[in-house]
C-alpha cells in the first residue's frame, strides 16, 4: 500500500480563520513532507520532517505552522492567510530521512485545495 | 545543486500517436531520475524512477524513459497515447550524495491529447 491520505479535499477560509490540513500514511515512512503548489507550476517545498522533528523549513512565513504528532500524523496548521496563499497543499511522505542517501522515493497525497477569501 | 530543464511546457498530440516529453538535468554529482504525473485536481502519481542499472526504465500506463548520462536527460516516451494520457508531467531529480536529498522538480509539461 503506498497510500498518502488527506483532508479535506477542499477548503475555503477567511483571512481571520484558524484552520488545519491533515496528512496520514501507513507505510511507516520516516520522513513527511508539505508542498504549495500553484496552478501549472511544480510543486514548492515548504517543510520536511524527518523521524517525527522538523528538519527543513523553507523559509515559509509564520503563519504556516507544522505538527508531526506521530510517525503516521503530519498536520498543517494555517492562521491569518493571505489570498496569494490560495493553492493546492500536497503531502508526501518517503522511506528515511531526507539526509539519509537512501534510494528514497517521495509518494504524494491527493491534496488540499485550499481557497482564502 | 542540481537543476531541471522540461523545455516543452505544452505538448499537444493526437490519440494513438507517439509522444516524447523532454527533460535535460543538471547535477555536480550522481543522480536519481524521476517521472511523475498529475491529473487535474489530484496530487502526484509516481510513473517511473532511475536509480541504477539498465538505462531503459519501464513504468506504469505503458510509459518508459531512458536515462542518457552522457546528454544529461532522461526523456519520457510512449508508443501511442490515450485521452487519458491527458495531464501534466513533472521530472524530477535529486542527487545520491553531498547533504540533501530533496528532489528538484521541473517546470512542467501539460500533455494535451486530442481524439
Known amino acids: 500500500d503506498t497510500e498518502v491520505t488527506q483532508t479535506p479535499k477542499h477548503l475555503v477560509m477567511g483571512m481571520t480563520n484558524k484552520k488545519s490540513l491533515k496528512c496520514e500514511q501507513h507505510m511507516g515512512h520516516r520522513a513527511m513532507y508539505w508542498y504549495k503548489q500553484k496552478a501549472k507550476k511544480p510543486p514548492e517545498l515548504m517543510f520536511v520532517?524527518?523521524?517525527?522533528?522538523?528538519?527543513i523549513n523553507e523559509s515559509v512565513p509564520s503563519r504556516f505552522s507544522p505538527e508531526c504528532p506521530n510517525s503516521s500524523l503530519l498536520n498543517l496548521h494555517l492562521h491569518a492567510l493571505q489570498p496569494e496563499d490560495s493553492a493546492l497543499y500536497l503531502c508526501?511522505?518517503?522511506?528515511?530521512?531526507?539526509?539519509?542517501?537512501?534510494?528514497?522515493?517521495?509518494?504524494f497525497g491527493p491534496g488540499t485545495r485550499l481557497t482564502v477569501l | 545543486a542540481q537543476s531541471v530543464t522540461q523545455l516543452d511546457s505544452q505538448v499537444p498530440v493526437f490519440e494513438e500517436a507517439p509522444v516524447e516529453l523532454r527533460c535535460n538535468y543538471s547535477?555536480?554529482?550522481?543522480?536519481?531520475l524521476f517521472w511523475y504525473v498529475q491529473y487535474p485536481n489530484q496530487g502526484l502519481q509516481l510513473l517511473l524512477k532511475y536509480l541504477s542499472g539498465s538505462t531503459l526504465v519501464k513504468g506504469i500506463n505503458g510509459f518508459e524513459a531512458e536515462f542518457n548520462k552522457s546528454q544529461t536527460s532522461f526523456h519520457l516516451r510512449k508508443p501511442s497515447v490515450h485521452i487519458s494520457d491527458t495531464a501534466e508531467y513533472f521530472c524530477?531529480?535529486?542527487?545520491?550524495?553531498?547533504?540533501?536529498?530533496?528532489?528538484?522538480f521541473g517546470r512542467g509539461t501539460s500533455l494535451i491529447v486530442h481524439p
Open positions: 524530477a531529480v535529486r542527487g545520491t550524495s553531498g547533504g540533501s536529498y530533496i528532489p528538484t
Open positions: 547535477s555536480s554529482v550522481s543522480v536519481y
Open positions: 520532517y524527518s523521524y517525527e522533528k522538523l528538519s
Open positions: 508526501a511522505s518517503s522511506q528515511g530521512s531526507p539526509t539519509s542517501g537512501v534510494t528514497d522515493t517521495q509518494y
